[in-house]
């Protein structure tokens, strides 16, 4: 079964990346011959019984082959069906996965199955209403017809008046508190930025999933203030629904750092572990701080950790095998015991001892992470990345994936691996492989592990051995410091 929903799987990515070809070159400027390979995968799927996304495909290519004023608005509706069949697809994926590995582990335990519930979530608050629903519903009428211009007219007939006109609808949504809306709109903004500048750093993935997103946010919110559901309007428009819990002090430590990059951009994800706090529930959970940085060209993104928050800290305290005294701290909760570390103005994160009991945080919880998949309703709202779970493996191996790639085994599990593209991917497959080939003191493996297009998937993040993490995503590239701080004009 699990080879069936990841060949399923590949054929969603392969309608996905058809539609988002559509989105970038403009349904009204394409041919009915550009859309032939998304008409075969059309046939395949109407062939093989998956008739409700295969029926908002084929309205989408008859709109677009007339030429009808509904076209982007078909094609908009098909992308949605598709993704909320991702969905339903990866978590059926990871539902059989998850269960085959607990039932070979509890084989190799001689204990009978357990099945461990996800603690109870308390009700969210009733949110405040929108101060102006009918302003409000004619922005979003008129937010959900500049989507649907850009599906027809694609990319290429953009120009900076588009951008000024995105930036524009952006700054309104989120006056009106529609900040979600708000935020994909100004991600569609940055991605037709980079379109135009011709740098080589635009993503029509990212692009088209979150002018997707924009479109479903403003019809769905649209919907939800005509049918006066506040809470649904809540969810859509301010999603995030508690806010940082102050904690006090913390000291932590660093398990694991995971960087991603691009040209214009870097961000760094801190895996953290709590050593101490006044809250003895906090104590050996798991938190994440994540900071982001706008990248200059020619600056490696490790030389960002270097710079001075406005804290008053580098972010290089974060990667040293010691303690970390951090003070006016705050906890944005995952509903796991654990959370998002958030910083403010008053907190101060100091190094401090060496740290010597490393191997006491080296666990993970499948059996919490098997029982979030099960509670999880999937939405087409959804973000792959949403559901990310830490894994600790210890008994790991490598080999090939049917694609060429690299999957991680473990005893009744194998996840997809993702890696960097370049030379650091290169880089960080022979690490994994040199690690892999130990046969004494093998270090555990940190990763995050996603579920997309009916697969497992794993993000390397650090080995783990009794002496402490080995951050095998940084660059061990001397950094000039005096140099940075010049090119980047902060002064010495």
């Not at 008409?39 to 082959?65: K, P």
């Not at 949605?80 to 084989?107: C, K, M």
């Not at 007939?157 to 529609?178: G, N, P």
């Not at 006491?360 to 087409?380: E, I, L, M, N």
Request: hydrophobic share 40%; net charge neutral.
């Amino acid at each position: 079964m699990s080879a069936q929903l990841e060949e399923v799987g590949r054929t969603a990515d392969a309608i996905r990346s058809d539609i988002e070809t559509a989105f970038v070159r403009g349904l009204a400027t394409s041919s009915k011959g550009d859309r032939r390979g998304l008409e075969a995968r059309t046939e395949e799927w109407e062939r093989v019984g998956a008739h409700h996304v295969a029926t908002r495909l084929r309205a989408a290519l008859r709109a677009a082959d007339a030429d009808t004023k509904d076209a982007a608005t078909k094609f908009l509706s098909a992308y949605t069906s598709l993704h909320a069949f991702e969905r339903v697809l990866s978590l059926e994926a990871a539902r059989g996965a998850w269960a085959t590995y607990r039932a070979s582990r509890d084989d190799d335990e001689d204990q009978e199955p357990t099945k461990k519930e996800p603690p109870a979530e308390s009700p969210a608050a009733l949110p405040p209403p929108l101060e102006d629903p009918k302003g409000a519903v004619e922005l979003l009428g008129e937010l959900t017809k500049l989507v649907e211009d850009l599906v027809r007219t694609g990319l290429t007939s953009a120009s900076q008046a588009t951008r000024t006109r995105l930036d524009h609808a952006f700054k309104e949504a989120s006056r009106r508190k529609l900040l979600r809306l708000g935020a994909s709109l100004r991600y569609v903004n940055e991605e037709i930025g980079r379109f135009l500048a011709d740098d080589g750093t635009f993503a029509a993935r990212r692009y088209s999933f979150f002018l997707h997103r924009s479109w479903l946010l403003a019809k769905g919110t649209h919907f939800a203030i005509g049918k006066k559901d506040a809470r649904l309007v809540g969810s859509l428009t301010l999603g995030v629904a508690s806010a940082p819990k102050p904690v006090g002090a913390l000291e932590v430590v660093t398990l694991g750092v995971q960087k991603r990059a691009t040209a214009a951009a870097c961000s760094f994800d801190f895996r953290l572990r709590v050593v101490k706090s006044a809250r003895a529930s906090l104590v050996g959970q798991a938190l994440v701080y994540s900071l982001v940085f706008a990248r200059k060209a020619g600056v490696p993104p490790e030389a960002y950790l270097h710079l001075p928050q406005p804290q008053k800290f580098a972010p290089k305290v974060l990667v040293a095998k010691s303690k970390v005294s951090i003070t006016e701290a705050a906890v944005l909760e995952d509903g796991r015991g654990g959370g998002r570390l958030v910083l403010g103005p008053k907190s101060t994160v100091t190094g401090g001892a060496d740290y010597d009991a490393w191997s006491s945080h080296y666990t993970w919880d499948p059996d919490g992470a098997a029982a979030r998949v099960d509670k999880h309703a999937p939405s087409p709202l959804d973000l792959a990345v949403e559901m990310q779970e830490e894994v600790i493996l210890e008994e790991w191996a490598l080999g090939p994936a049917p694609d060429g790639g690299l999957l991680i085994l473990i005893p009744g599990l194998s996840f997809s691996v993702t890696l960097p593209s370049g030379e650091e991917g290169q880089r960080l497959k022979k690490t994994l492989e040199t690690a892999a080939k130990k046969k004494k003191n093998r270090p555990s493996l940190l990763g995050a592990v996603h579920y997309e297009f009916g697969q497992l998937v794993l993000a390397p993040i650090s080995l783990l051995d009794a002496d402490g993490p080995e951050h095998i995503l940084l660059s061990d590239e001397n950094i000039n410091l005096s140099a940075l701080l010049g090119s980047l004009n902060l002064g010495g």
